[in-house]
T-cell receptor, first 113, second 114 residues
Framework: EAQVTQNPRYLITVTGKKLTVTCSQN?????MSWYRQDPGLGLRQIYY???????DKGDVPEGYKVSRKEKRNFPLILESPSPNQTSLYFC????????????FGEGSWLTVV | AQTVTQSQPEMSVQEAETVTLSCTYDTSESDYYLFWYKQPPSRQMILVIR??????QNATENRFSVNFQKAAKSFSLKISDSQLGDAAMYFC???????????FGTGTRLQVFP
């Protein structure tokens, strides 16, 4: 079954404690991306990757890091989380090409206190 | 830079009636894709319908159809015969031909009343 898997799904953490949200897809997709969803703001792109070792900033990259060492994995790293990073995070993947279906993970609820 | 605007934060419709959700976008690209996604309370992102910019024919998927006006940069979603299960947040999205980036609007929350 085609899927994008994110972990953890729910996390409460404290300010400054580094955390990683993992994302894995089983469809051999080149394109992967991270979004955050906040009330009234829709989904905003954090980082994206066109292929292994190729990553670029989205609209709201501050405070986040990513890496793409393998095609299937695209972890999101919060080196020093702050309360303004409390949000719902989505990982997404697709084949390159604008019409291709974009698959989303189930979302990760992150609360930073 | 491309932008997507959904000017209706909330809409409501009675069961079995028809409702139209509005979306406008801005771009200088000539070819692109437009999407509507549904997000129910589970927060799952579900693709409702897609439209390629160079196709003049409006896309339809069962009870869901779009009114795509390329010159006006408008992409509205019509839901016919509304059902209780249609209640959700709906996001309009644009995918860039250059970066593959998917850009979302701020969403419209649809309520369906029996």
């Amino acid at each position: 079954e085609a899927q994008v898997t994110q972990n953890p799904r729910y996390l409460i953490t404290v300010t400054g404690k580094k955390l990683t949200v993992t994302c894995s897809q089983n469809m051999n997709h080149e394109y992967m991306s991270w979004y955050r969803q906040d009330p009234g703001l829709g989904l905003r792109q954090i980082y994206y990757s066109m292929n292994v070792e190729v990553t670029d900033k989205g609209d709201v990259p501050e405070g986040y890091k990513v890496s793409r060492k393998e095609k299937r994995n695209f972890p999101l790293i919060l080196e020093s989380p702050s309360p303004n990073q409390t949000s719902l995070y989505f990982c997404a993947s697709s084949q390159r090409g604008r019409g291709n279906t974009i698959y989303f993970g189930e979302g990760s609820w992150l609360t930073v206190v | 830079a491309q932008t997507v605007t959904q000017s209706q934060p909330e809409m409501s419709v009675q069961e079995a009636e028809t409702v139209t959700l509005s979306c406008t976008y801005d771009t200088s690209e000539s070819d692109y894709y437009l999407f509507w996604y549904k997000q129910p309370p589970s927060r799952q992102m579900i693709l409702v319908i897609r439209q390629e910019a160079y196709k003049q024919q409006n896309a339809t998927e069962n009870r869901f159809s779009v009114n795509f006006q390329k010159a006006a940069k408008s992409f509205s979603l019509k839901i016919s015969d509304s059902q209780l299960g249609d209640a959700a947040m709906y996001f309009c999205a644009y995918r860039s031909e250059i970066t593959d980036k998917l850009i979302f609007g701020t969403g419209t929350r649809l309520q369906v009343f029996p």
